[in-house]
């Protein structure tokens, strides 16, 4: 984060705002922003505050992004000139409960949209999406960044109906509306929030203090996924990029590393020895299916100069460190 802070001097007119900001990405970037912009720039908000400290060194205000007048307030009052629209149902959480759903996850964009049109306040809009927008005709190796996309969960299809009105408000309304496709993203300050992609968050846990997970996706299932340290990169230099760079106005390729349930213990028994993995697929399992294995990211690459900095022993250095510490383990 430190590497960006040359950039605070020719930013210190711009207010912003983090919607959905407890959550495992919001908690970090909270932090980051808040490291960029100067803690009272940067507004975070939520339904319910978290008990994570970052949140006590700037304003919060509480959120339901479903209620647009109490949005239209919090706007008003900060005038933020950015808002990171994180606030969704994830993809086995919202697999429970389909039709709030839907409707977070698209109303909530649109109050978000309609406010940016409107109010002539916010000058730039980032919203993401996921892998999970893809399906199980897309082509799982080389995942493109145009081909076939037929999600089969709520999540997926709230998240490329998303990407599709995003794209609508930017060449309608002129909206600066930028996104991402996630993969599952893995990091060691919050907790994971209900995708299927947090067996391999919880893997890391389990390993200091069981020494052996029971893995919810079967062997071989791999996924693509991010270490948040380069989630936060990703999402920073597409919102700091020059407008004339970003070419894709409905969301972005993007990848780190892919990896199966066995390639991750296989790298954390390189750490933490004698370590053991089973597996007992439930649900998620067919989720998993339906997702591409391998993304191609090289419009992100060359559009704006993605680059990932973390592979999959990196991080399982870098995670079970700082997980060592919150456990209070030495070694």
């Known amino acids: 984060m430190m590497r960006r802070a040359k950039i605070c001097g020719c930013m210190t007119n711009e207010k912003v705002l983090v919607i959905g900001s407890c959550g495992q990405l919001g908690t970090e970037l909270v932090e980051a922003l808040r490291g960029i912009y100067g803690d009272a720039n940067v507004v975070a908000s939520d339904v319910k505050k978290s008990d994570n400290p970052v949140f006590d060194g700037g304003p919060f205000e509480t959120l339901d992004v479903l209620d647009s007048a109490r949005l239209s307030d919090i706007i008003q009052k900060y005038k933020p000139t950015q808002v990171y629209h994180l606030a969704a149902l994830l993809s086995a959480t919202a697999e429970k409960n389909p039709e709030f759903g839907w409707k977070l ?131 920073l230099d597409i919102m700091h990029a020059p407008a004339e760079q970003i070419k894709i106005r409905t969301s972005y390729n993007l990848a780190g590393m892919s990896f199966a349930p066995e390639e991750i213990a296989a790298s954390i028994a390189k750490f933490v020895p004698g370590f053991e993995i089973s597996y007992e697929p439930d649900y998620r399992q067919a989720i998993a299916n339906s997702w591409p294995a391998v993304i191609d990211d090289s419009h992100a690459r060359n559009d704006w100069g993605w680059s990932p900095d973390f592979d999959l022993d990196k991080m399982t250095e870098d995670m079970l460190k700082n997980l060592r510490v919150q456990y209070g383990q030495n070694g």
């Not at 730039?124 to 076939?148: C, D, H, L, M």
């Not at 300050?189 to 890391?204: F, L, M, N, R």
């Open 105 to 235: 996850n698209m109303e909530g964009l649109f109050h978000v949209l309609n406010a940016a049109r409107d109010t002539g306040i916010i000058k730039k809009v980032y919203w993401p999406s996921s892998i999970a927008a893809f399906g199980p005709n897309t082509e799982r190796f080389g995942t493109p960044q145009y081909g076939t996309m037929d999600p089969t969960t709520i999540y997926g299809i709230s998240k490329l109906a998303g990407e599709l009105y995003a794209q609508y408000y930017f060449n309608r309304w002129g909206i600066d509306t930028r996104s991402l496709r996630y993969p599952g993203l893995i990091g060691y300050k919050s907790a994971p929030g209900g995708g299927t992609t947090d067996y391999a968050v919880a893997i890391y846990h389990d390993a200091l203090q069981t020494g052996k997970h029971n893995c919810f996706l079967g062997e071989g299932t791999t996924l693509p996924m991010l270490y948040m340290p380069d989630a936060l990169k990703a999402t």
